[in-house]
Every structure is written in structure tokens, then in C-alpha cells.
């Protein structure tokens, strides 16, 4: 079992900044690889970004270059640093970790991320 809090949203206007953390307990954090997903308002859940358990990333095409994932393993954290916020990243954003087996999938309780001037 892996349990996941996400933290770090919040209001902040365009071209603004923001980063999301997202701790985790309960098992060995390095073997998952570990995403950040956004679901905004009448829309469906989507993958912003991804690492894996080897460090790789990768991203929407809607968020690259504005946005970074990066893993401390030794923290249990996950972080999502967003650059030139939008409004349309106006989001739920939601941590994920997806281990080596089908069952070993988690999610945390979201954290709202409202960028409007």
C-alpha cells in the first residue's frame, strides 16, 4: 500500500509560478514510477506528466517546457514545478504511483491549482 498528500496548489495568476509536492508512505517509493495527472471542470483526467522509477520523463505536449517532474527518493517526494501558468491549466492535479505490479496503483486526493487574474 502506498499512500499519497499532495500539496502546493493554490491561486496564482498568469505567467506565475507554482510547485506541487506529493509525499508518499507505506512502501518503497523508488521501484514506482510516479505521474502527475489534471482533471479541470467537465473534462476528463489527463496525464501532465510522468517519472519513472529510473528517472525518465515524460510530458504532455501542452505543458512542455513549462513544466518540470523531478523525484527524491530519499524524501519519498515527487515534485511538479509549473512555469508560465495559463488559465487553462486551471486543474484537480492528482499524484499517481504506479508500481511493477497491475495492483500496485495509487492515487492521492488531489490538490486545485486556479491560475486567473
Known amino acids: 500500500q502506498v499512500q499519497l498528500v499532495e500539496s502546493g496548489g493554490g491561486l496564482v495568476q498568469p505567467g506565475g509560478s507554482l510547485r506541487l509536492s506529493c509525499a508518499a508512505s507505506?512502501?518503497?517509493?523508488?521501484?514506482?514510477?510516479m505521474g502527475w495527472y489534471r482533471q479541470a471542470p467537465g473534462k476528463q483526467r489527463e496525464l501532465v506528466a510522468g517519472i519513472t522509477s529510473g528517472g525518465g520523463t515524460k510530458y504532455a505536449d501542452s505543458v512542455k517546457g513549462r513544466f518540470t517532474i523531478s523525484r527524491d527518493n530519499a524524501k519519498n517526494t515527487v515534485y511538479l514545478q509549473m512555469n508560465s501558468l495559463k488559465p487553462e491549466d486551471t486543474a484537480v492535479y492528482y499524484c499517481?504511483?504506479?508500481?511493477?505490479?497491475?495492483?500496485?496503483?495509487?492515487w492521492g486526493k488531489g490538490t486545485l491549482v486556479t491560475v486567473s487574474s
Open positions: 499517481n504511483a504506479r508500481g511493477p505490479r497491475i495492483d500496485m496503483d495509487y
Open positions: 507505506g512502501s518503497i517509493f523508488s521501484v514506482y514510477a
